[in-house]
């Protein structure tokens, strides 16, 4: 069975600094691209980042550009999210989402985990 | 970047009726739309892939259909577990996508 258990979140103060991860089980990690999605409270769905299955290639959103970094270690099955400099704005659940055959719809999400700025 | 719009933003239908919702994309994309289901406090669930490849263990009353800038979801017989937030997504500037900002069913 598949499953993406993301973990990390938590309240931060403006300016501030979490990691996130994306444990993947039940599926080959490293032959599959994986992507960040967020979602702020009572709002719509919001691509953040991509990296391809080696990890070399990577895609950020301009609202996260310079202050994210998308990174993962397909020896541990595992996808990361670090996130510095975070604003209020950032507030929101962080999906970690399996990207199916690279075409970039996404058929398997995690549970989010959710990322509070304030102060 | 491509921007998607939905309509309508709501709507409130009975079990057993025909629903349809509406995607409109800035520019065309061809047939790089999909659509996700989003229950409250959960994550979205894919439904459809590629405007009308319906994804493995979704029901056959979901139908998707379009191409190049517009695009409909179907449900053709709504049940009690279809109530929630449908999203569509562009996956033509890949891995750069977009949502659309959803559409809300609830019960009348």
């Known amino acids: 069975e598949v499953q993406l258990v993301e973990s990390g979140g938590g309240l931060v103060q403006p300016g501030g600094s979490l990691r996130l991860s994306c444990a993947a089980s039940?599926?080959?990690?490293?032959?599959?691209?994986m992507n960040w999605v967020r979602q702020a409270p009572g709002k719509g769905l919001e691509w953040v980042s991509y990296i391809s299955s080696s990890g070399s290639t990577i895609y950020y959103a301009d609202s996260v550009k310079g202050r994210f970094t998308i990174s993962r270690d397909n020896a541990k099955n595992s996808l990361y999210l670090q996130m510095n400099s975070l604003r209020a704005e950032d507030t929101a659940v962080y999906y970690c989402?399996?990207?199916?055959?690279?075409?970039?719809?996404?058929?398997?999400w995690g549970q989010g985990t959710l990322v509070t700025v304030s102060s | 970047d491509i921007q998607m719009t939905q309509s309508p933003s709501s709507l409130s239908a009975s079990v057993g009726d025909r629903v349809t919702i509406t995607c409109r994309a800035s520019q065309s994309i061809s047939s790089y739309l999909n659509w996700y289901q989003q229950k409250p406090g959960k994550a979205p669930k894919l439904l459809i892939y590629?405007?009308?490849s319906l994804q493995s263990g979704v029901p056959s009353r979901f139908s998707g259909s379009g191409s190049g800038t517009d695009f409909t979801l179907t449900i053709s017989s709504l049940q009690p577990e279809d109530f929630a937030t449908y999203y569509c997504q562009q996956s033509y500037s890949t891995p750069r996508v977009t949502f659309g900002p959803g559409t809300k069913v609830d019960i009348k």
């Open positions: 989402a399996r990207d199916k055959l690279g075409s970039s719809w996404y058929d398997y």
């Open positions: 039940g599926f080959t990690f490293s032959s599959y691209e």
């Open positions: 590629a405007a009308s």
